[in-house]
């Protein structure tokens, strides 16, 4: 998944191109500029790439979510429904927005199930946030008709799945609103960032004008521009604009390395009856950035993660275990109601997070190991980790 390993001349070029202006501020100042805007090239580029009228840069993949559910009117005593199986992130921006995170059970695609969030559904759900996790998706068909059937918001979080589509239309694109990163360890990175994308011209007017403290940015003069609504910092600058230009040039190669080595890895170990390959509802458009699976049993899984560790495979992930994926170990979330001190008043009658069951998400990710699919291997390093990974199994 990582775009850094690919950092070179390109990254460098744009770079000082933004400090040959000797300015970093993303708008206005047109005299000094040189005729350089990076961040708006990059959002022509995002457009362009993904099919989409409009694209909105800030600075992170969180700043994105944020941004994204106020500019379509989504706040306090609302309710969002959201996996347990997530960068924890998706579940903050909701919280900091003043709605309520509800969590749904996900099925074998890692996502969200139709069944889950059709069970987590109120009188005050308003829109499901949907979480492209490792870049792959849900069941879309199902999620997009219930979304519309029950006139819910379609969120897309696709930090971790950007180049990823379903049956060609790019993920991020398939709901009302899609939100992306280009934080340090993303697919493309722009060391921080993130990106807005959506069709509606409200809520691209409205993520504008949000992202900048309400600033309505027409015309040229700052000082004279109006404010016509409520807003934070959440600004991109010229420098991580401009690596990200340099990395998105080189997201189809990056995708393309992606989906060599992960089918090298996955294709070695189809013979192994005891993985249970996560279930793709459209394996083209994976973006291929990790490889996941599930075991028989959660101590199968604890056990081939030791002795993949042992190995020295790295990039081993066992989400149950670690603490920012996974609902079970969210501290702050689950004290909600309790010591965790908000900024926002968070309507009273918000769940117990602490005794939230989601039996099938636990017996899933309980199982579940994911391989991060890196881009600098050799053809060589790839035979090694084959090898390795069929020993952890007890196969050669
Ligand atoms: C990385 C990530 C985020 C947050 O992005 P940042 O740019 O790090 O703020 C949100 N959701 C998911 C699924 C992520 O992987």
Redesign the pocket.
């Known amino acids: 998944m990582p775009g850094f390993e690919l950092f070179g001349a390109e990254e460098r070029q744009e770079v000082a191109d933004v400090m040959a202006n000797g300015f970093t501020f993303r708008y206005n100042f047109d005299g000094m500029r040189n005729g350089r805007w990076k961040a708006a090239e990059m959002e022509r580029m995002l457009q362009d790439r993904l099919q989409v009228r409009h694209a909105h840069l800030v600075?992170?993949?969180?700043?994105?979510?944020q941004t994204a559910l106020a500019a379509s009117g989504i706040g306090a005593g609302d309710e969002v429904i959201v996996p347990p199986f997530?960068?924890?992130?998706?579940v903050e921006?909701i919280v900091m927005a003043g709605a309520i995170p509800v969590f749904a059970e996900i099925d074998d695609t890692l996502c969200l199930s139709p069944e889950g969030i059709e069970a987590a559904i109120t009188p005050r759900t308003r829109a499901v946030n949907l979480?492209?996790?490792c870049g792959s998706m849900g069941r879309i068909d199902q999620i997009k008709a219930l979304c519309d059937r029950h006139g819910l918001m379609l969120l897309e979080?696709?930090?971790?799945?950007i180049g990823g589509s379903y049956h060609g239309q790019p993920l991020g694109t398939l709901g009302q609103v899609g939100?992306f990163?280009?934080?340090?360890?993303?697919t493309i990175s722009c060391g921080?960032?993130?990106a807005i994308v959506t069709q509606s011209e409200t809520i691209y007017r409205n993520a504008h004008m949000f992202s900048d403290h309400g600033h309505d940015h027409l015309g040229n003069d700052r000082g004279a521009e109006g404010h016509p609504i409520m807003g934070l910092n959440f600004r991109i600058s010229e420098m991580n604009a401009a690596l990200g230009v340099a990395q998105l040039r080189k997201l189809d190669d990056i995708l393309a390395i992606q989906r060599r080595h992960k089918t090298m890895i996955k294709s070695a170990l189809a013979d192994i009856d005891e993985i249970q390959f996560r279930h793709l509802p459209d394996p083209a458009g994976d973006n291929a950035g990790f490889l996941s699976f599930m075991l028989p049993t959660a101590a199968r899984a604890v056990e081939i993660n030791q002795k993949l560790g042992s190995a020295g495979v790295d990039g081993c992930f066992y989400w149950y275990g670690n603490n920012w994926h996974y609902l079970k170990n969210w501290q702050h979330i689950q004290q909600l109601k309790g010591p965790a001190k908000l900024p926002v008043a968070l309507n009273s009658d918000l769940p117990d997070y602490r005794h939230i069951a989601l039996p099938q998400s636990d017996h899933i990710m309980s199982r579940t190991l994911s391989l991060l699919i890196k881009l600098s291997w050799s053809e060589q390093a790839i035979a090694e980790r084959i090898h390795h990974i069929r020993r952890a199994f007890g196969q050669n």
């Open positions: 600075s992170s993949g969180t700043a994105a979510l997530t960068f924890v992130a998706s921006a979480v492209h996790m979080d696709a930090c971790q799945a939100c990163s280009f934080d340090s360890v993303k921080e960032g993130g």
